[in-house]
């Protein structure tokens, strides 16, 4: 199952084999699941290679409709980045606009509907998002008070996407699914970048685990692996 382009979280379409298909539900959920499916049906007897290589957190960290609220409203602590001037460094530091006061757009923001929705899911979607967001265009916020709105509302967002795949890793490689490995390997991606700790990967991935509520190993939120790799234990000889 792969996803065309980046994919979307949605019911998103997938290529299996070649051919276009339609799925129905959150793409981080499906991906697991298409993965323990797989396991199940395996040959035993031979070694083998799973790469469950999932969408979230990626753009535009859409959380699956079951986390929506997930952190209670919760205003997190600001980095001391946030509003960095860039001061002193190159021009590339400078002139880039990914950040939370240049580059957020509706669809990051979660004003607009996410692609792929079903009317259902439009209606869980509203009873979190609807009245908060009439309450933010009521505020209207500007300059700083804007982007500390967007950096809440990012971290709510990311954070319940993260969540997501928590469980997919707990069920698929941590639960009784997991006693089908003779061995796993994990890799994880930090965001310490996007959490707004610059330099920093080890507090940035911290700062994100404790916002997902997930442990944290050799300064990696284990709640953020992204990438998983199954095998074989006793066909390779070092790991």
């Not at 382009?5 to 997938?14: A, D």
């Not at 952190?71 to 460094?89: H, N, Q, S």
């Not at 709105?149 to 698929?172: P, Q, S």
Request: hydrophobic residues 35%; contains cysteine; aromatic residues 10%.
């Amino acid at each position: 199952h792969i996803l065309p382009g980046q994919g979307i979280y949605y019911n998103p379409p997938m290529i299996r084999d070649g051919k276009k298909e339609t799925n129905t539900g959150y793409v981080t959920d499906l991906i697991t699941d298409f993965s323990i499916d797989w396991m199940k049906a395996r040959d035993k007897t031979k070694p083998f290679l799973l790469m469950c290589q999932h969408k979230a957190p990626h753009r535009e960290w859409a959380p699956a409709l079951r986390h929506l609220g997930h952190d209670k409203d919760r205003v997190y602590p600001e980095p001391d980045t946030l509003f960095d001037d860039y001061a002193g460094r190159g021009k590339a530091e400078k002139s880039q606009d990914m950040t939370l006061e240049k580059t957020f757009t509706k669809l990051d923001a979660k004003l607009v509907y996410p692609p792929g929705m079903t009317d259902a899911d439009k209606k869980k979607w509203d009873e979190y998002y609807k009245p908060r967001n009439e309450a933010f265009e009521k505020a209207n916020p500007k300059g700083q008070d804007l982007v500390r709105w967007r950096y809440n509302r990012y971290l709510h967002d990311v954070t319940g996407c993260i969540k997501a795949v928590d469980e997919g890793v707990g069920v698929a490689f941590l639960g009784p699914q997991g006693r089908l490995l003779r061995g796993v390997l994990a890799l994880g991606e930090p965001l310490a970048e996007v959490a707004g700790v610059e330099g920093d990967a080890e507090a940035g991935a911290d700062q994100v685990g404790d916002a997902a509520g997930g442990p944290k190993v050799g300064g990696e939120a284990v709640a953020v692996f992204a990438m998983l790799y199954a095998f074989r234990s006793d066909t390779l000889s070092h790991v």
